[in-house]
Each structure stands twice: as structure tokens, then as C-alpha cells.
């Protein structure tokens, strides 16, 4: 089993950063792929960033392309995203996830998620 915590969400005007934290408790943290995802009211969950087990690949879907930025410190067992240009639309409760075998943007594949962390943009 894998715990994952996250940290870091707010309310932030459009166009401010935020970065959020989630912290796994693993001794095996460098064998997971780790991922951030978000649910805005109403409306499913979909992967906004991914990361790869060995931190050299990532992914990000168009809509936070270039304004989002995942990364992974393996020795303090955290993943983070980092969001600039934050835009109302990114209004949404965001989660960290955990999967041994899967690295990509198909939420339902991740098996670990966090409680999730509200992340609030206004206009």
C-alpha cells in the first residue's frame, strides 16, 4: 500500500502560480510513476501531468501544456506541480497518483490516489 498526502492548494487570482506537493509513503518511491489529476465540478477526472519512474519523461495534456510543470525528488519521496498562468478553468480539486506499472494519461490505470486538495482560480 502506498499513502499519498497532498499539500499546497489555495485560492489564487487568474494568471498567479501555485505549486502543489504530495508526499508517498514508500521506501520504493523510484518505483512508481507519478501523476497529478483534477476534478473540476460536474466533470471527470483527467490527468493534467505525469511523471515517469526515472524522472525523464513526462506528460501533459494541451490544456496546461507550458504552464504546468511536474517533478519528482526520489530522496524526499515527494512528486510536485508546479502552475503558472493559472486560469479560472483550472479551478478544480487536484490529486496525486501512484501506479508500479502505468505511466500516461489514463487515470483509471493509476492504483494510488490521494484525498485530493482543492485548487481555486478566481477572475
Known amino acids: 500500500q502506498v499513502q499519498l498526502v497532498e499539500s499546497g492548494g489555495g485560492l489564487v487570482q487568474a494568471g498567479g502560480s501555485l505549486r502543489l506537493s504530495c508526499t508517498a509513503s514508500?521506501?520504493?518511491?523510484?518505483?512508481?510513476?507519478m501523476a497529478w489529476s483534477r476534478q473540476a465540478p460536474g466533470k471527470g477526472r483527467v490527468i493534467v501531468a505525469a511523471i515517469n519512474w526515472s524522472g525523464a519523461t513526462t506528460y501533459y495534456p494541451d490544456s496546461v501544456q507550458g504552464r504546468f510543470t511536474i517533478s519528482r525528488d526520489d530522496a524526499k519521496n515527494t512528486v510536485s506541480l508546479q502552475m503558472d498562468s493559472l486560469k479560472p478553468e483550472d479551478t478544480a480539486v487536484y490529486y496525486c497518483?501512484?501506479?508500479?506499472?502505468?505511466?500516461?494519461?489514463?487515470?483509471?490505470?493509476?492504483?494510488?490516489w490521494g484525498q485530493g486538495t482543492q485548487v481555486t482560480v478566481s477572475s
Open positions: 514508500t521506501r520504493t518511491f523510484n518505483n512508481y510513476a
Open positions: 497518483a501512484a501506479d508500479a506499472a502505468y505511466f500516461g494519461p489514463r487515470e483509471y490505470e493509476y492504483e494510488y
